[in-house]
């Protein structure tokens, strides 16, 4: 999960994730050898993971997809609707609320919808998303308590819980839904978006700490998935969003000199993109770059140059059997390698690269990392290597689609038309 502070994402996962890749990387080169393309259905079938459609099929079975969110949420939803990372203490994220809601939307479950809702409103915005930012970090106090740990927001998360609020209010024909996310868009617009001279409109990480210097800014270029910012485009025209989607194409090609997106990039007149506080790695949260630029409709403007600008992956997975866990924006170097949810997030961006053979591999990678017991990924399933493959698997089953405009498509709007 991506860090508030400066810190970098916890040592102990990076390497467990690692020990199991080890043992991956041999199971895989093993059966690569001598698999075709048609032997990798029998082997899906055999071992218990759902087989990627084929690229013809228009409109592949999305059933696969709700049991592994039906899965998601017997681990990690409570009843009341909060989202709980137990691989941190069982604290709760304004991100772990926002893709909740998102994906209570894209399987159209209303209540469970409005269950998550009302409890980000009542524990993270004091009591109403349509007045207030949500406090980023919930959890236990030294105290004992629980409660809000951390006030400040999280852009990201924001964006996507207006952008969330405004399909619901379009897609369920709920009006109050489409008022609070119009408001919340306001918010984000007021508290969380600065124009830079020569650059344009741009999306600040949070309401606080980020504005680094008189002239200096710090941003996240995962916290900006286009069709997001589209679609917050479309719905809002007069708000800040068509600027920042005119710009993000640019942005994301001036911070990726090797094809490779950052965590975290700074930017001043003086030195242009530059190294931020937090260094020069892309991991745990540029990943996700790579997840939007896939998911992206195609038609979409600008889809193709982001997804062109980030080709550093698809090289990299040329010869390589996984993605790396760490990669170094400014010289292109690469470390170690990444978790289950790694490989479920490239998928979508590899089959828009038509780069079947690097697909396979991540879907032989996800199988074997499949666990039937709890249908999740990865043999101690991280809240944030599911989300991951809940969108990028959602993607796949066209549970989740964009149309050129930002707007969801979720698969059961198709079928009442």
């Known amino acids: 999960m991506r860090e508030r502070s400066l810190q970098a994402d916890p040592a102990g996962r990076a390497s467990s ?11 895989l080169q093993s059966r690569t050898r001598w698999l075709g393309l048609g032997s990798l259905a029998m082997l899906f079938a055999v071992e ?9 099929n228009s409109a592949p079975n999305p059933a696969p997809w709700y049991q592994f969110w039906s899965s998601y949420q017997a681990r990690f939803i409570d009843p009341q609707g909060r989202v709980i990372d137990w691989n941190d203490g069982g604290i709760t994220t304004s991100e772990g609320q926002s893709y909740a809601l998102f994906f209570a939307l894209v399987a159209n479950h209303p209540k469970l919808f409005q269950n998550i809702l009302t409890w980000t409103q009542d524990n993270l915005a004091q009591g109403s998303l349509a007045a207030h930012l949500p406090a980023w970090r919930w959890g ?16 990201d998360a924001d964006l996507w819980i207006a952008y969330t609020l405004l399909q619901a ?5 709920r009006n109050s839904y489409t008022a609070m996310g119009t408001l919340l868009a306001k918010h984000i617009a007021q508290k969380e978006v600065v124009t830079l001279p020569g650059i344009g409109t741009m999306l600040i990480p949070g309401n606080a700490g980020f504005h680094i210097a008189p002239h200096t800014y710090v941003f996240n270029p995962s916290y900006l998935p286009l069709p997001v910012v589209e679609g917050l485009a479309h719905a809002l025209p007069h708000g800040p969003w068509r600027a920042m989607a005119a710009h993000l194409p640019g942005f994301i090609k001036a911070v ?38 896939g998911m992206s409709n195609p038609d979409t403007p600008g889809a193709q140059r982001i997804l062109d600008s980030v080709s550093g992956m698809a090289n990299y997975l040329q010869s390589h059997l996984l993605p790396p866990v760490s990669e170094n924006w400014q ?25 079947n053979p690097a697909v396979h591999n991540q879907w032989l990678r996800l199988n074997a990392d499949y666990d039937r017991a709890d249908g999740l990924y990865g043999k101690t399933a991280h809240y944030y290597d599911q989300n991951l493959a809940l969108f990028a698997l959602g993607w796949v089953y066209h549970t989740i689609q964009f149309d050129r405009n930002g707007e969801l498509k979720p698969s059961w709007s198709n079928r009442k038309q």
């Open 17 to 27: 994730s690692a020990t199991r890749c080890g043992h991956l990387r041999c199971w």
């Open 169 to 173: 209010g379009r897609l369920w024909d």
């Open 140 to 155: 236990e106090r030294p105290n004992k308590t629980w409660g809000v740990l951390d006030t400040n927001s999280a852009a």
């Open 331 to 355: 010289t292109g170097a690469t470390s170690g390698t990444g978790p289950t949810g790694f490989s479920a997030a490239l998928i979508p961006y590899l089959m828009q690269k038509n780069m």
């Open 48 to 56: 218990g993971c759902a087989m990627l459609p084929s690229a013809g």
């Open 256 to 293: 990726s000199p090797h094809g490779f997106a950052p965590d975290w990039v700074a930017y001043s007149p003086q030195e242009g993109y530059h190294m931020a506080p937090q260094g020069a790695d892309g991991s745990y949260n540029a990943i996700r770059v790579y997840l939007w630029a």
